[in-house]
């Protein structure tokens, strides 16, 4: 393999509706009106383009198509500290993931969970833990968990990272 | 695409916010969705919904078991005598109830349904290819659709000559390549070619639009004589004519029966065809021929577009379906819909699918919703859909294959065309082949009859009453031993209806031909019709769908 290969992965974040849709991107971009947004992350000596798709809206009412899922190399579910539902509705978007994608190794397809819009009012609105959260994602097959914040693109860059890591097969996987 | 889900639809519909919308669409078929996309490009708002649980209607992809229910019984929704929420009398408006239409007849199963169902994404509308330079293909690359869609390259085209299987020599290599023709027939094919790419260059190399003022090579006369009487004033030999006029220019109808052929294709049309067929090939450099198909089914093309809607701002809403049309009371000017869930959503325009219809009783008092009515129906198309245990020819993957008139029986009226997929487009597993046929027809039972005898040709058809009725065909030629075995297949009739334009558009089923270039034509009238101000996807659209911070960040 050569070593400067690069590599193109597709990801897709899932979560309910108004909590994921543009906030994601918009911490790292603004992308009205954008398909897509790509990402360069290098881990190792591998150069990584991540393709990341959101869900456009169409989660709103349960109407993402099959086509969305396809071919997704690492899916990100989202969620608002801020909103008990939202992280409520973790396992149906983590279900409804791998029955739409199908993916070939259902156990050990890379997820990434983010708990979303830690700086909402200093905190003090939170109504999900970062212990709960942990404690669902461990429960899943030790899906690696962040927290970000919209105000300062925090911890967005390692999230990235570990999206990269995660989609490559034989590493093994870790939070970070 | 889970089609158990379909049949109960949630009791608990959501309620859609805004209520107010530019356009409302009803369906998800291709044409619905290019409306939706294109719509939403030009800054409307837009509400587009279906009433199954994907995406696609009639155009769409589904998995085993095949044919899905709604072609057995159309859509439609709570009982319409009850209607959910009663309109108050005060109100001024008056509902509609939308009369669901039954567009598939003649459906008929043979064989057990292969393992595993969910392996399979078999298409409504098949046989059905894009040519590598087709608009349809440009549109796609233009409104960002093509980010979702992979194609692969048909391998190959086919013609059923004489009882067998023959390549058709579709560009300057292939004609110097083949073994069947004599070096004049060659001679004659290569000069035609010559002609044909004269004529094209004397214009600017626009296929479509400047045929007739180029007339450069072929006199104006000529285009408007029968490509078929040109192609003979060429002195190309028959099987050439028949290789030019049904696998190059796609003619659907017998070319030589002046008096039985409804269409007779002109020259300037044939020249078109073959022009668009010359540029297509060697397009993209890893298609080998002229023809690519969308990976996972054309039930992918929809869905890309009404993702290029959505990211435009569209709203869409899948198992929701619609009950009846609000009509001004006074005015009798279109105003609405009823949603299933007696919400009342209003717009300015409204798309539909074809198997949706206003009641005659009110559209014919009616000018809003005139010509939304049966007349929309030009025709049939006969459709098969195989499972086979083995490619039709040995080592092929994904081909296409034309049986020009009479080549099944003499009395064959139309062509049929068949198109195979192996699991290298993600239709079947491994092993599996998918052959889609169709045929055009105006007599249901001549149609599927020509689908079978087609099929019988192609397969080695276990059950001999699969073929019952059907027209006895050349069964004793050589290379019968080679066929694979047809293991499951399913033969139905689908209703052409065409576009109606009016504050109400209804939009067209999948038509008799193998390409989408009269279903995009349509499409852009309706949506002229529509917003005669905008510019159906315009090209300055592109750049900002995609946002790349690579160059920025180093």
């Known amino acids: 393999m050569a070593s400067r290969r690069r590599t193109l992965l597709k990801v897709i974040i899932l979560g309910d509706s108004g909590y994921v849709n543009k906030k994601f991107s918009n911490q790292y971009k603004a992308t009205i009106g954008a398909d897509f947004l790509t990402k360069e992350v290098q881990f190792e000596d591998r150069l990584f383009t991540l393709q990341i798709w959101d869900t456009a809206g169409q989660e709103r009412f349960q109407s993402l198509g099959v086509a969305f899922y396809r071919g997704a190399d690492c899916c990100v579910l989202v969620y608002d500290v801020n909103v008990m539902k939202s992280f409520d509705n973790l396992n149906n978007w983590r279900e409804e993931f791998l029955i739409q994608a199908s993916p070939s190794d259902p156990e050990n397809f890379p997820f990434v969970v983010l708990g979303n819009k830690i700086d909402i009012d200093g905190g003090n609105s939170r109504v999900v833990s970062e212990k709960k959260a942990r404690a669902w994602c461990a429960s899943k097959g030790n899906i690696p968990y962040f927290e970000t914040s919209a105000k300062e693109g925090f911890n967005v860059e390692a999230a990235f990272q570990c999206m990269a890591k995660n989609a490559l097969k034989n590493e093994p996987e870790e939070e970070m | 695409m889970d089609e158990t889900s379909s049949i109960s639809f949630p009791s608990d519909y959501p309620t859609i916010d805004p209520t107010s919308f530019d356009l409302v669409v009803l369906g998800t078929g291709l044409p619905e969705s290019l409306l939706a996309a294109a719509a939403a490009a030009a800054g409307k708002s837009v509400l587009h919904l279906d009433h199954n649980p994907f995406y696609g209607s009639h155009f769409s992809s589904l998995s085993l078991p095949f044919p899905p229910s709604f072609l057995h019984s159309p859509p439609l929704p709570p009982d319409p005598s009850t209607p959910p929420s009663a309109p108050s009398p005060s109100s001024s408006y008056a509902a509609v109830n939308l009369r669901p239409h039954r567009l598939y007849s003649e459906i008929e199963i043979a064989g057990s349904s292969p393992e595993p169902s969910k392996a399979f994404l078999l298409d409504l509308a098949g046989p059905r290819v894009l040519y590598c330079a087709d608009e349809t293909v440009d549109l796609m690359l233009r409104s960002g659709a093509s980010h979702h869609v992979e194609f692969k390259s048909v391998d190959a085209n086919l013609i059923y000559w004489e009882g067998r299987l023959c390549s058709v020599p579709d560009s300057r290599q292939a004609i110097f390549k083949d073994r069947t023709l004599g070096l004049a027939e060659k001679r004659e094919m290569m000069k035609l070619l010559k002609l044909v790419q004269q004529h094209i260059g004397s214009g600017d190399g626009q296929v479509a639009a400047t045929a007739e003022e180029a007339a450069v090579g072929i006199s104006a006369e000529d285009l408007e004589t029968p490509f078929a009487e040109f192609l003979k004033k060429q002195r190309l030999p028959p099987k050439i004519r028949t290789i030019i006029l049904y696998a190059i220019a796609l003619a659907n109808h017998d070319q030589d029966n002046a008096e039985s052929c409804k269409k007779l294709i002109t020259t300037k049309q044939g020249i078109e065809s073959l022009a668009l067929y010359n540029s297509s090939v060697g397009r993209f450099p890893n298609a080998v021929s002229a023809f690519i198909y969308p990976i996972y089914g054309h039930g992918e093309l929809p869905q890309a577009f009404c993702r290029c809607a959505a990211v435009k701002g569209a709203l869409y809403v899948l198992r929701m379906p619609i009950v009846a049309l609000l009509i001004d009371k006074e005015s ?223």
């Not at chain 2, 998918?434 to 001549?446: A, E, G, K, M, W």
Request: proline residues 6%; hydrophobic residues 35%; contains cysteine.
């Open chain 2, 332 to 554: 009798r000017q279109y105003k609405g819909v009823r949603l299933a869930s007696g919400q009342d959503i209003f717009s300015h325009h409204l798309v539909m699918e074809p198997s949706l219809q206003v009641p005659s009783s009110v559209s014919h008092s009616n000018t809003v919703c005139e010509g939304l009515n049966d007349s929309n129906l030009i025709g049939y198309a006969a459709r098969g859909v195989c499972i086979t245990s083995g490619p039709i020819q040995q080592g092929s993957s994904n081909i296409l294959v034309v049986f020009p008139p009479k080549s099944l029986h003499s009395g064959q009226l139309t062509t049929v065309r068949a198109l195979q997929l192996s699991s290298n487009v993600g239709v079947c597993p491994p092993g599996l082949f998918v052959v889609y046929l169709s045929t055009p027809c105006n007599d249901v039972i001549l149609g599927t009859e020509y689908v079978r005898a087609a099929m019988n040709a192609l397969f080695i058809v276990p059950n001999s009453d699969i073929s019952e009725g059907g027209i006895s065909t050349s069964d004793e030629v050589t290379e019968g031993e080679t066929r694979p075995t047809l293991l499951w297949s399913s033969v139905h009739v689908q209703e052409l209806t065409q576009a109606s334009f009016s504050a109400v558009c209804s939009c067209p089923m999948p038509d008799e031909n193998l390409d989408y270039r009269k279903i995009l034509e349509s499409t852009k009238q309706l949506f002229t019709n529509m917003y005669p101000q905008e510019e159906f996807f315009p090209k300055h659209s592109t750049s900002e769908n995609a946002e790349d911070d690579s160059g920025s960040s180093e």
